[in-house]
């Protein structure tokens, strides 16, 4: 049996303990050593404030993942990449493409694995749904990502300051699924974003996409949905129909349910790590995250009534 990587976790909040501590746990390939977080703590691995102090104190550690916010991502990462070790990014990788760049830069030269992860590409759906494209015309797609920003992002501020990327959180989830499954690239052609008047991020957004062989792509990302959640791609081609739903759990063709697996993106994601560390190879793609830029580049923007995390709140 090979040795296992010495892994160490920073930013330790919903998603760390939601997903990556349990797929971490369940991965034979990482031992969990420590974790940084400034305010929480892991049991039974050693605990520090900063991810600084944790590297200075542990260098037998190898690989990091990288759980905050995309705006304190990057001078973790080229800390880390500087220091040798591999780095997993939660999504979005970063704030801006321009540091991605960097950061990818900084694995080529210190010869270790970056991985900016999309866990919506490990959606069971996803890989199925990208071969039976393969070899058919895509003439649509229309995408609805509508959810309930209350329940799923509760308290979170930094979602809402520049560089959180407001409902595109969600909705680069379905911009990565877009991205792997299209035999061809899209691009974007026009934009409406909608901030409250008190955020400086977008409550929802209509993106539209064109592509070869006049294809057609319609974006609507909306956080003000309350009761049933939606998280549906629909594509039509030359030859039959695609519906991915549940967020890429179900796929259904013509109709038709092909696949429908429990969610396992995390532990999809680790096992990448692996194979990626083992081969000391990187998996970085941006394009996800280059098509909200483009949407705010090209987005025409409209103002719409505050958002409070308590509705009736004022102020
Ligand atoms: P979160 O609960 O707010 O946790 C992030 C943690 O990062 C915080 O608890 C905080 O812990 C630490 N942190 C470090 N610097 C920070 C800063 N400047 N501002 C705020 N927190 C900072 O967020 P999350 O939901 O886990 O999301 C983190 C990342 O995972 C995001 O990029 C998000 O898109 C992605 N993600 C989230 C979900 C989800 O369902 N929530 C799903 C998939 C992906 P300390 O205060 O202890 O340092």
């Given at each position: 049996?090979?040795?296992?990587?010495?892994?160490?976790?920073?930013?330790?909040?919903k998603?760390?303990?939601?997903?990556?501590?349990?797929?971490?746990?369940?991965?034979p390939?990482?031992e969990?050593?420590?974790?940084?977080?400034?305010?929480?703590?892991?049991?039974?691995?050693?605990?520090f404030?900063?991810a600084?102090?944790?590297?200075d104190?542990m260098?037998?550690?190898?690989?990091?993942?990288?759980?905050?916010?995309?705006?304190?991502?990057?001078a973790v990462?080229?800390?880390?990449?500087?220091?040798?070790?591999?780095?997993?990014?939660?999504?979005p990788p970063?704030?801006?493409?321009?540091?991605i760049?960097?950061?990818?830069a900084?694995?080529?030269?210190?010869?270790?694995?970056?991985?900016?992860?999309?866990h919506?590409?490990?959606?069971?759906?996803?890989?199925?749904?990208?071969?039976w494209l393969?070899?058919?015309?895509?003439?649509?797609?229309?995408?609805?990502?509508m959810?309930?920003?209350?329940?799923w992002?509760p308290?979170?501020?930094?979602?809402?300051?520049p560089?959180?990327?407001?409902?595109?959180?969600?909705?680069?989830?379905?911009?990565?699924?877009?991205?792997?499954?299209?035999?061809?690239?899209?691009?974007?052609?026009a934009?409406?974003?909608?901030?409250?008047?008190?955020?400086?991020?977008?409550?929802?957004?209509?993106?539209?996409?064109?592509?070869?062989?006049?294809?057609?792509?319609?974006?609507?990302?909306?956080?003000?949905?309350?009761?049933?959640?939606?998280?549906?791609?629909?594509?039509?081609t030359?030859?039959?129909?695609?519906?991915?739903?549940?967020?890429?759990?179900?796929?259904?063709?013509d109709?038709?349910?092909?696949?429908?697996?429990?969610?396992?993106?995390?532990?999809g994601?680790?096992?990448?790590?692996?194979e990626?560390?083992?081969k000391?190879?990187?998996?970085?793609?941006?394009?996800?995250?280059?098509?909200?830029?483009?949407?705010?580049m090209?987005?025409?923007?409209t103002?719409?009534e505050?958002?409070?995390?308590q509705?009736?709140?004022?102020?």
């Open positions: 049996m090979t040795a296992r990587t010495a892994l160490a976790i920073v930013g330790v909040g998603i760390a303990r939601d997903q990556h501590l349990p797929s971490i746990a369940r991965n390939a990482f969990l050593v420590a974790a940084a977080s400034r305010h929480a703590r892991v049991d039974g691995v050693e605990n404030a900063t600084a102090e944790m590297l104190a260098p037998a550690i190898e690989a990091v993942a990288l759980c905050m916010p995309p705006q304190a991502r990057h990462a080229a800390e880390a990449l500087r220091r040798g070790k591999h780095v997993l990014l939660e999504k970063g704030a801006t493409l321009s540091e760049d960097h950061l990818a900084l694995a080529e030269t210190s010869g270790v694995s970056l991985f900016a992860t999309w919506s590409r490990f959606a069971p759906g996803v890989e199925p749904a990208r071969d393969a070899g058919r015309t895509v003439q649509s797609v229309r995408i609805d990502w959810e309930d920003v209350r329940h992002h308290g979170q501020d930094w979602i809402w300051e560089g959180g990327l407001g409902v595109f959180d969600p909705g680069i989830n379905a911009l990565s699924i877009l991205t792997r499954i299209l035999p061809e690239p899209v691009w974007l052609t934009a409406e974003l909608s901030f409250p008047e008190n955020r400086a991020a977008p409550i929802a957004a209509r993106l539209s996409f064109q592509g070869p062989a006049e294809l057609a792509a319609e974006a609507v990302f909306d956080w003000r949905q309350t009761g049933p959640q939606t998280w549906d791609i629909v594509v039509e030359d030859a039959g129909s695609l519906v991915l739903s549940a967020g890429g759990a179900r796929l259904a063709i109709g038709a349910v092909v696949s429908e697996a429990p969610e396992a993106e995390y532990d994601i680790y096992a990448r790590f692996a990626l560390i083992a000391r190879e990187s998996d970085v793609d941006v394009s996800p995250l280059r098509h909200v830029a483009d949407a705010f090209l987005g025409r923007r103002v719409v505050p958002f409070h995390d509705p009736g709140e004022a102020g």
